[in-house]
């Protein structure tokens, strides 16, 4: 087992820790890990490069690029792929597991409170405040993101084709993802420098090279398991994903809210590549128009509670499980069927992300200075930032006008406002959660809660109802 530095002593190499002082680490990583994924990288940057030296900047990124390659939450992949590296598979199950349970006991408490409460007018001008200030807040991610991933023109070039082809012709995120990686992968290839450079959560201080680090430059024994080892891996984890939507399935039947919940999450956890925002736009179209479950305003309300909350934004699933079983709970009674439903849609979100990092992290450990590899993945990172933008205005256009239309304009497809319905508190308060952000600097739960204020003073006011 590869032991964990315990902090940089000296100019040397750290002193190695047991997987139980680690343990108490990840728990803090877990604690402060507020504001999404752009947030939580930066989080585990300053922690575990900058402060612990566990890892340096070199291999904090080709990790941080490889999860961004990843469908799911890239900052709770990071860890778990962090911990693997340490610790080997009990590492990455106590990283990665940390990063999430914090958010989900946080989640499900506030699921209860909104079915409970929420259209309580003091509550729901709280949700309302939370709503405004999420704009702010993913537009941020957008420059936060943009800032490391687009220093060449060829990477603002592809992140504005990556946006334009999601808004405006609606080309799936595996085709964008694929297309992107291919890009990187021949500039690199052919020698060009265009797609170099790092995620979204460096630095832009000091670098902290790897020799200098606990894990080196060494490549691990467990990067490198035999055949048996990696089927073995493959068929636990898939069992631990796939034997419950199964099981619901056969006992159930297909048209059932829990199995399509199961189905839905599962086949979600395989195609929304490009991170937590990614994952958020696919799941905005998908269970608000297609299933119903809950409403584009109840969407943006989730997403407040997850910004709130700490662990990976994408903790907005439990909510959305938890009111599409909530709103059908067949012969159980409301709240254990959501509880159930937001569990459910939790499990099969997150399990398959472990699967990911055991099965090729190895892989991409022995890829490490691959030029081709790190091309593709940093032009699927630079393609990231067009998948951000398209989300933020998809938020935009639902929190700040009562009416949207759809556009059908050749192969063009896109949504846009009714300029009439444009919401005024709703306005007034996101422009305020923008100058907190990108005016003040102010930090992501202190927008949030001062919008969440601002929404209780509306509503005393009678400016909201």
Not at 41 to 47: D, K, L, P
Not at 303 to 325: R, S
Not at 385 to 407: D, E, I, K, M, P
Not at 410 to 432: E, K
Request: with cysteine.
């Amino acid at each position: 087992m590869m032991a964990v530095p315990g902090g940089a002593q000296g100019a040397g190499r750290p002193q190695p820790v047991s997987l139980r002082q680690a343990f108490w680490v990840w728990l803090r990583i877990a604690a402060l890990s507020f504001g999404g994924p752009a947030g939580q990288i930066a989080v585990m940057h300053r922690i575990l490069v900058e402060e612990k030296r566990w890892i340096g900047e070199q291999r904090f990124l080709h990790a941080l690029n490889y999860c961004m390659l990843l469908p799911g939450p890239e900052a709770q992949q990071l860890a778990t792929y962090i911990g693997w590296l340490m610790h080997r598979t009990r590492g990455g199950i106590v990283a990665g597991g940390l990063f999430v349970l914090p958010g989900a006991v946080a989640i499900m408490a506030l699921s209860w409170i909104y079915v409970l409460y929420g259209r309580v007018g003091a509550v729901s001008a709280l949700f309302f405040g939370l709503k405004a200030a999420v704009l702010a807040v993913v537009l941020q991610a957008v420059v936060r993101i943009g800032g490391r991933a687009l220093k060449t023109t060829p990477a603002r070039v592809l992140a504005a084709a990556a946006f334009l082809l999601l808004f405006f012709v609606g080309v799936p995120f595996p085709l964008i993802v694929l297309g992107a990686g291919l890009i990187g992968w021949w500039s690199a290839r052919a020698g060009g420098t265009a797609f170099r450079g790092g995620g979204h959560g460096a630095s832009k201080g000091a670098t902290v090279a790897d020799a200098e680090t606990l894990l080196g430059e060494e490549l691990p024994a467990h990067a490198k398991p035999s055949w048996r080892e990696t089927l073995r891996t493959a068929l636990l984890w898939l069992a631990l994903w796939l034997v419950p939507v199964a099981l619901l399935l056969l006992a159930l039947g297909p048209d059932d809210v829990f199995s399509r919940i199961a189905t839905f999450f599962s086949t979600m956890a395989t195609v929304t590549f490009g991170g937590a925002y990614a994952v958020l736009a696919y799941v905005a179209q998908q269970a608000v128009e297609d299933y119903g479950w809950l409403t584009p305003k109840e969407m943006l309300d989730g997403l407040g509670m997850a910004e709130t909350t700490p662990g990976p934004l994408i903790m907005v699933l439990q909510f959305v499980g938890f009111l599409g079983a909530f709103r059908d709970p067949g012969g159980l009674s409301p709240l254990l069927a959501g509880t159930l439903g937001g569990l459910l849609a939790t499990w099969v979100t997150f399990v398959p992300c472990f699967l990911w990092i055991f099965l090729g992290a190895p892989f991409i450990e022995r890829l490490r200075g691959n030029a081709a590899v790190a091309g593709a993945l940093s032009a699927i990172t630079a393609a990231v930032v067009g998948v951000v933008l398209n989300l933020a205005v998809w938020f935009g256009l639902h929190t700040l006008f009562r009416v949207t239309t759809s556009v059908a304009w050749g192969p063009l497809r896109f949504d846009t406002p009714v300029l009439t319905s444009i919401d005024p508190a709703a306005l007034v308060l996101a422009l305020g959660a923008g100058y907190a952000v990108f005016m003040t600097r102010a930090g992501v739960i202190t927008t949030l809660l001062a919008t969440s204020a601002a929404g209780l003073a509306l509503y005393s006011l009678g400016a909201i109802r």
